[in-house]
Nanobody, 121 residues
Framework: QVQLVESGGGLVQAGGSLSLSCAAS????????MGWYRQVPGKQRELVAT???????NYADSVKGRFTVSRDNAKNTVYLRMNSLKPEDTAVYYC???????????????WGQGTQVTVSS
């Protein structure tokens, strides 16, 4: 089992910054991808950013140039630095970890409990 514990959400004004962190514990696969997804009520959960254990990153177009994902493999922790926040970034942000290679049918897909980010205009 893998546990993911997020921290760092909150309320910020548009144009401001926030940082999120997610610490993983338990039976963590050595080669993995960690990342952040977000969800607003009534919509599908969407990708924000991911980073592999080899530090390859991927970002949603909507956050490129504003958000930075990073990780500390020694601490099994992934971070998300969010700059120039916009009201449309308001969502519950979820941490995710899954192994590489990932088989949708059989591989575990771990989620954190979510943390609220609210950007006021």
């Amino acid at each position: 089992q893998v546990q993911l514990v997020e921290s760092g959400g909150g309320l910020v004004q548009a144009g401001g910054s926030l940082s999120l962190s997610c610490a993983a514990s338990g039976s963590i696969p050595g080669i993995n991808i960690m990342g952040w997804y977000r969800q607003v009520p009534g919509k599908q959960r969407e990708l924000v950013a991911t980073i592999t254990s080899g530090d390859s990153t991927n970002y949603a177009d909507s956050v490129k140039g504003r958000f930075t994902v990073s990780r500390d493999n020694a601490k099994n922790t992934v971070y998300l630095r969010m700059n120039s926040l916009k009201p449309e970034d308001t969502a519950v942000y979820y941490c995710n970890l899954r192994p590489i290679p990932y088989n949708f049918a059989i591989s575990p897909n771990h989620w954190g409990q979510g943390t609220q980010v609210t950007v006021s205009s």
